[in-house]
Structure formats: structure tokens, C-alpha cells
């Protein structure tokens, strides 16, 4: 009897890489000439990502600063979700937060997905804010890890294989 195989499906961000990041981006923002009197800034406070600025193109182009460092460090725009810029006072703000888990809506779009058209020998079980897809292939679930490599709403991880 053939013994099933399994792999695990995450949505994991390095939060020391993410940290970096930021660092990485103040410092930028703090040296560069375009940036001089702008009150631009980035940081961290809580889960929440506060990039500010004097003005709205001030603030996203620090914002674009963060998200270089963020591609820079291996980190997925995919996990990144910043908002539109807000005028609190004289100054701008856009407050983003990194993104990990797989919610509900999106481990059963990724179950659906796997259903309809992956190979037929799958399975898919949503745990928590995971999904364990199992086979008896091992060459099925390779089609569905190809299949899956551009899922649009969410950076994905494949582990554990088994």
C-alpha cells in the first residue's frame, strides 16, 4: 500500500527582514537630498508601518523607498498592504501592515482552485491559517506547488514535504 504524501501551504513574513527593511528605508530617507525639510519618515509602531511626509508625492516616494528595501530583502509586495495617503494636519500619512496567515476567504479560493483544476488524486484541508494538500503522487503535487507559484492575492510558501 502507497503511502500518502503531504506538503503545507503558509503565508510566512521574516519580521527580522522586515525590520531591516525599515532601517534600512529611514536611513535612506534621512540621507537623500529630495527628502531635505519634507518631514518624511518611516517607522513601525506596533503592527502598523507609518510612512509620513509634507506632502502626497513626498509621502509616496517613501513609501516606493520602503518598498525597493522590501523587494530588496526577499520580502513579497504581496505581504505588504499600505493604504492610500491620508492628510492628518500638515502632513501626509499612508499606514501599511505586513500580511501572514492565509485567511478563510483565501485558503478557500486556494482549495477551490485546487478542486477544479488540479489533478484529481488531491486533497486540500484548510488548518488554521494553513492549508495541507495530500496525494498519493508525489508528481500531483508538484503540479499543483506549479500550479499555485502565481496565485495572485497572496505571497505562498510551500513546507513540509512529505
Same mark, same amino acid.
Given at each position: &500500500?502507497?503511502?500518502e504524501s503531504?506538503?503545507? +501551504?503558509?503565508?510566512?513574513?521574516?519580521? *527580522?527582514e522586515v525590520?531591516?527593511?525599515l532601517? *534600512?528605508? $529611514?536611513?535612506?530617507?534621512?540621507?537623500?537630498?529630495?527628502?531635505?525639510?519634507?518631514?518624511? $519618515?518611516?517607522?513601525?509602531?506596533?503592527?502598523l508601518?507609518?510612512? %509620513?511626509?509634507?506632502?502626497?508625492?513626498?509621502?509616496?516616494?517613501?513609501?516606493?523607498?520602503?518598498?525597493?528595501?522590501l523587494?530588496k530583502?526577499? +520580502? #513579497?509586495?504581496? $505581504?505588504?498592504? !499600505? #493604504?492610500e !495617503?491620508?492628510?492628518?494636519?500638515? %502632513?501626509?500619512? /499612508?499606514?501599511?501592515?505586513?500580511?501572514?496567515?492565509?485567511? *478563510?476567504? %483565501?485558503?478557500?479560493?486556494? %482549495?477551490?482552485?485546487?478542486?477544479?483544476?488540479? !489533478?484529481?488524486?488531491?486533497?486540500?484541508? /484548510?488548518q488554521?491559517?494553513?492549508?495541507?494538500? #495530500?496525494?498519493k503522487?508525489?508528481? @500531483?503535487? *508538484?503540479?499543483? /506547488?506549479?500550479m499555485?507559484?502565481?496565485?495572485? @492575492?497572496?505571497?505562498?510558501?510551500? +513546507?513540509? &514535504?512529505?
Amino acid at each position: &500500500m502507497t503511502k500518502e504524501s503531504t506538503f503545507d +501551504i503558509v503565508s510566512k513574513v521574516d519580521t *527580522q527582514e522586515v525590520a531591516n527593511a525599515l532601517n *534600512q528605508a $529611514s536611513k535612506e530617507i534621512a540621507q537623500r537630498y529630495d527628502f531635505k525639510g519634507t518631514g518624511a $519618515s518611516v517607522e513601525q509602531s506596533g503592527e502598523l508601518i507609518v510612512v %509620513t511626509a509634507n506632502a502626497e508625492e513626498r509621502v509616496k516616494a517613501a513609501n516606493d523607498v520602503l518598498e525597493s528595501k522590501l523587494i530588496k530583502r526577499g +520580502i #513579497s509586495l504581496k $505581504s505588504y498592504e !499600505p #493604504s492610500e !495617503p491620508k492628510q492628518s494636519g500638515k %502632513t501626509y500619512r /499612508i499606514e501599511g501592515q505586513i500580511k501572514e496567515g492565509i485567511d *478563510q476567504a %483565501t485558503a478557500k479560493k486556494i %482549495t477551490k482552485m485546487i478542486r477544479d483544476e488540479g !489533478p484529481k488524486s488531491v486533497k486540500a484541508q /484548510i488548518q488554521g491559517d494553513e492549508l495541507r494538500v #495530500s496525494s498519493k503522487s508525489r508528481d @500531483d503535487l *508538484q503540479a499543483v /506547488i506549479t500550479m499555485l507559484k502565481d496565485f495572485e @492575492d497572496t505571497d505562498l510558501q510551500f +513546507i513540509n &514535504m512529505r
